[in-house]
Each structure stands twice: as C-alpha cells, then as structure tokens.
C-alpha cells in the first residue's frame, strides 16, 4: 500500500519501521503476508483478534476505507482466502452488514 508524503511524515519515528521505498515511492511494510503494523493474536473466546497498532498514525488509505463499507466487505472478500492461507483453521470474517 502506497504511503504518500502526508503519511510519512504522520508516521513520524515509526516511519521506517513500518514502510519503505521501493525505487521513489514509499510502501508499507509486509511482515508475515501482512502489514508489518498488523498485529495478529489469540482472542479470548477462541480463534484471532487482527488490530492495527499504528491506528491514530495509519495511512490515509487505511482511513478512507471505512469500517463495513462496501469496500471493505469487497476487500474482504477479496482477501479471505489469504488470511486462511496464513492462519488455517480460523473462520473467515464475516462480512460486514448494515450498522443498526
Ligand atoms: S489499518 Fe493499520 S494494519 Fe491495516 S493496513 Fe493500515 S496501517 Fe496496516
């Protein structure tokens, strides 16, 4: 994912950690088939909690892509099979419905 001037420099120190270039232009970082600030664990009630740990310092990208809009649910869609590549047994995401 692209990580404009703007991000850099939200990123502040955490910039190089969590992104790189590649020729001029700057990426997030992949660690494990995903974002290096992607943090994966154990949930309390079984299977795995996925958080952000960059949250409030994240690219725009990430912001743009709102919480169960249809594009998420598109990406998730797109992507489901990758998380249970890397994490086999876990339940695919359910896919987002409308907020009540
Ligand atoms: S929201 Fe956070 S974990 Fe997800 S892609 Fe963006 S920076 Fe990475």
Do not use: N
Request: charged share 20%.
């Amino acid at each position: 994912m692209r990580v404009t001037g703007d991000d850099w420099t939200r990123l502040g120190d955490r910039a190089d950690r969590y992104a790189h270039f590649i020729g001029h232009r700057a990426f997030l970082r992949m660690q494990d088939g995903h974002c290096a600030a992607l943090a994966v664990q154990p949930a309390a009630g079984g299977g795995l909690d996925f958080f952000c740990t960059i949250y409030e310092h994240r690219p725009q990208t990430c912001r743009d892509l709102g919480r169960g809009s249809p594009e998420c649910a598109g990406e998730l869609a797109a992507k489901a099979a990758r998380v249970a590549q890397l994490h086999p047994g876990l339940a695919p995401p359910p896919l987002p419905g409308p907020h009540s």
